[in-house]
């Protein structure tokens, strides 16, 4: 048993579980090994910008249910934040294109590739950019 006060203890599961849905989910080396197997089509093992730019288009593609050329937040919903959306929507029109979600993924590539040559290997997959890049493509 604990030396700590049950209503203490209980109080630090509540803090505890109310941050959760906060923290951005971890990126498993099983998840970001099946990001670069999906994205890498030159199997060099990374993503160079173009790999992005090619999933994020098929990505959307997929996403577009209603096949109008746009995505809505409820489309892109476990995909893209809500953050993110509204970032990559200049027009303000509730709707992302498919020119805007690539660009959104041109932009999480170039701040997850933190080396800066041009590429995002495994390693930069599990950085905050790297994470919403690899849902935006998956």
Do not use: C, W
Request: hydrophobic share 45%; no cysteine.
């Amino acid at each position: 048993m604990s030396s700590l006060p049950r209503s203490i203890m209980m109080l630090f599961g509540v803090v505890g579980l109310s941050a959760a849905p906060l923290a951005l989910p971890a990126l498993s080396q099983a998840s970001a090994a099946m990001a670069l197997t999906a994205a890498d089509t030159d199997k060099d093992g990374s993503i160079d910008l173009n790999e992005a730019k090619t999933a994020a288009a098929a990505e959307f593609d997929k996403l577009d249910k209603d096949k109008d050329g746009t995505l809505d937040m409820k489309e892109a919903a476990h995909h893209v934040s809500k953050k993110n959306f509204v970032a990559a929507d200049p027009d303000k029109d509730k709707t992302l294109t498919k020119d805007e979600y690539v660009g959104l993924a041109a932009s999480l590539f170039k701040a997850a590739d933190k080396d800066g040559n041009g590429t995002v290997e495994s390693k930069e997959l599990h950085s905050t950019a790297g994470i919403q890049l690899d849902r935006l493509i998956q």
